[in-house]
């Protein structure tokens, strides 16, 4: 069609990276719905690329370098209604509330592992359950996990990108 506009595709990753102000080495992007990632975009391309960690070329001179999660609000969605935790619960107390021993370990692979395992046939574990664990405990424990998990994401970052001064 003659005087027709094209405009060439976007990806998600870098629209999101840019739409928050990361679109410098000193910043990551953190997304965090039902799946979550957080990514870097770089000057040239990485001579080593972390495994699990992905990445493409944004344009000609920067690669936008990350990692996903499968399981962020999944789980928390799971969590609320198979726990049945009541919505006056403070859970912001719960999560700011000092380490507990206690708390379950929890290892959140509801539908398997994006990132930085690629195991898409992995499960959620929940380890350190006893008769006297709440449904509470069980929450901040994935919660805890989802933290490690992007934890890994971010130390791999850090090992090709160098250190960054916000999140955004």
Do not use: C
């Not at 930085?116 to 350190?128: L, P």
């Not at 994935?142 to 090709?160: C, K, M, N, P, W």
Request: proline share 5%; glycine share 10%.
């Amino acid at each position: 069609m003659t005087g027709a506009l094209w405009f060439p595709p976007v990806a998600d990753g870098f629209s999101s990276n840019v739409g928050v102000g990361a679109s410098t080495e000193s910043t990551v992007a953190l997304s965090a719905a039902t799946s979550g990632a957080m990514r870097v975009l770089i000057e040239g391309v990485p001579e080593k690329l972390p495994a699990g960690l992905w990445g493409y070329r944004a344009d000609a001179s920067h690669t936008l370098l990350g990692g996903a999660l499968n399981d962020v609000g999944r789980a928390i969605s799971w969590l609320t209604s198979t726990l049945q935790i009541s919505p006056e619960s403070d859970l912001n107390e719960l999560l700011l509330a000092h380490p507990d021993p206690v708390t379950p370990l929890v290892l959140p692979f509801f539908s398997g592992e994006r990132s930085t395992g690629w195991a898409a046939d992995a499960r959620t574990i929940f380890s350190g359950v006893s008769a006297a664990t709440t449904a509470a405990m069980v929450f901040r424990g994935t919660v805890e996990g989802v933290a490690i998990s992007y934890a890994r994401i971010a130390d791999q970052l850090h090992d090709v990108a160098g250190e960054t001064r916000q999140v955004g």
